[in-house]
T-cell receptor, first 114, second 113 residues
Framework: NAGVTQTPKFQVLKTGQSMTLQCAQD?????MSWYRQDPGMGLRLIHY???????DQGEVPNGYNVSRSTTEDFPLRLLSAAPSQTSVYFC?????????????FGPGTRLLVL | AQSVSQHNHHVILSEAASLELGCNYS??????LFWYVQYPGQHLQLLLK??????LVKGIKGFEAEFIKSKFSFNLRKPSVQWSDTAEYFC???????????FGGGTRVLVKP
């Protein structure tokens, strides 16, 4: 199993550009989520999904869109990049049996918005 | 609102020293608590978790954590650290419906050889 994979590893954008961060998992997990990691602030939840066709907002959703057309994939779209979106982005997945489940994280995407 | 706070942003210690990282949470109802670790250049991985039963939880690599409900705390401990324990440590909590995790701000630990 590859686990949770993310592409790209690094990306530089100019303000106003759009892009999609890819996330895929091969563990047949129902629950997938996106976090951003900023120094001193830990990880903050952007969006999450409890299954194909179902998504919801997390703590910091503004400026980001998600969709979940398959169980495996959960892409994150930046509509119009801003310097405040410079961060490291992590995708995670788990089974959806409840809040005690371990989440498995991808390797992260480091994004710089100029 | 649910929140998790970690007391120290940076900790520096020598090999063989004891480590204790503080974590406090604010949650209504039943809570599940986690410690995740991020080694340099790697992604987050689970160190240990608590959701019921014995409040003293043992995890991988000699780490343990104690859930003290009356203090809303879930401190992480290791009796004797190694250089390879250099990492950033995150306390997290989940509760209620769904798997949403709320993370603390993280503690960077540097172990000097």
């Amino acid at each position: 199993n590859a686990g949770v994979t993310q592409t790209p590893k690094f990306q530089v954008l100019k303000t106003g550009q759009s892009m999609t961060l890819q996330c895929a998992q091969d563990m047949n997990h129902e629950y997938m989520s996106w976090y951003r990691q900023d120094p001193g602030m830990g990880l903050r939840l952007i969006h999450y999904s409890v299954g194909a066709g179902i998504t919801d907002q997390g703590e910091v959703p503004n400026g980001y869109n998600v969709s979940r057309s398959t169980t495996e994939d959960f892409p994150l779209r930046l509509l119009s990049a801003a310097p405040s979106q410079t961060s490291v982005y992590f995708c995670a997945s788990s089974t959806d049996r409840g809040p005690g489940e371990t989440q498995y994280f991808g390797p992260g995407t480091r994004l710089l918005v100029l | 609102a649910q929140s998790v706070s970690q007391h120290n942003h940076h900790v520096i210690l020598s090999e063989a020293a004891s480590l204790e990282l503080g974590c406090n949470y604010s949650y209504g109802g039943t809570v599940n608590l986690f410690w995740y670790v991020q080694y340099p250049g790697q992604h987050l991985q689970l160190l240990l978790k608590y959701f019921s039963g014995d409040p003293l939880v043992k995890g991988i690599k000699g780490f343990e954590a104690e859930f003290i409900k009356s203090k809303f705390s879930f401190n992480l401990r290791k009796p004797s650290v190694q250089w390879s324990d250099t990492a950033e440590y995150f306390c997290a909590a989940a509760g209620g419906a769904g798997n949403k995790l709320t993370f603390g701000g993280g503690t960077r630990v540097l172990v000097k050889p």
